[in-house]
């Protein structure tokens, strides 16, 4: 299990440029997958989706790259703004399941003016 | 897009009392609302499935006489933390499901924080 105090994982980038949050997942019966912004104080915020019949969807400012075989989900973020500091969370849903989802540790993105 | 309303934002509470924390669905109906913990620093842990009409289904190490939760009706489900102590102290978050034709994505209340004293 986790250490007691262990920090969240710290992407720090300059305004303006490009963010790369990774996140690897760990069931292969996941068939969606989302990536949730938390802002300190309050719950999670939805961001992008991607089914599992997909390798890449774009939004606005955000594309969600799903990478199969090996497991792995990345979350893009062109010309960052010091808004999109916070804690971001990808979740996996289980196939066939209620559709309560599985989160990651979470990254923790500081944008620097 | 639909909305899910937490209730309280933040609670502190003293040891050996209990608090009660709503969910709200405010614009759908939901069958299945789930509830998690949010250690500092952590990420989010299912502690709870609740479903309407029915007992709720907990997770491994969740004591269920500590956290009772009650999902009366289609739009509202409750946690009450019984005989609280500071341990209990965390981030608490509910969600609910809709499912938009092959889609299914979670809607997040704000959270509560409980703190006891």
């Known amino acids: 299990g986790e250490s007691v105090g262990l920090h969240l994982p710290t992407l720090s980038v300059q305004e303006g440029d490009n963010s790369i949050i990774n996140c690897a997942y760990s069931n292969s019966a996941s068939d969606y997958f989302i990536w949730y912004k938390q802002e300190s104080g309050k719950g999670p915020q939805f961001i992008i989706d991607i089914r599992s019949n997909m390798d890449k969807r774009q939004g606005q400012r955000v594309t969600v790259l799903l990478n199969k075989t090996v497991k792995h989900l990345s979350l893009q973020i062109a010309a960052t703004q010091p808004g999109d500091s916070a804690v971001y969370f990808c979740a996996e849903n289980i196939a066939g399941s209620q559709g309560n989802l599985i989160f990651g540790k979470g990254t923790k993105l500081s944008v620097k003016p | 897009g639909a909305v899910v309303s937490q209730h309280p934002s933040r609670v502190i509470c003293k040891s050996g009392t209990s608090v009660k924390i709503e969910c709200r669905s405010l614009?759908?109906?939901?069958?299945?609302m789930f509830w998690y913990r949010q250690f500092p620093k952590k990420s989010l842990m299912l502690m709870a499935t609740?479903?309407?009409?029915?007992?709720?289904?907990?997770e491994q190490g969740v004591e269920k006489d500590k956290f009772l939760i009650n999902h009366a009706s289609l739009t509202l489900s409750t946690l009450t933390v019984t005989s609280a102590h500071p341990e209990d102290s965390s981030f608490y978050i509910c969600?609910?499901?809709?499912?938009?034709?092959?889609?299914?994505?979670?809607?997040f209340g704000q959270g509560t924080r409980l703190t006891v004293v």
């Open positions: 969600s609910a499901t809709v499912m938009w034709g092959m889609r299914t994505e979670a809607f």
């Open positions: 609740s479903n309407e009409g029915s007992k709720a289904t907990y």
């Open positions: 614009d759908f109906q939901a069958t299945t």
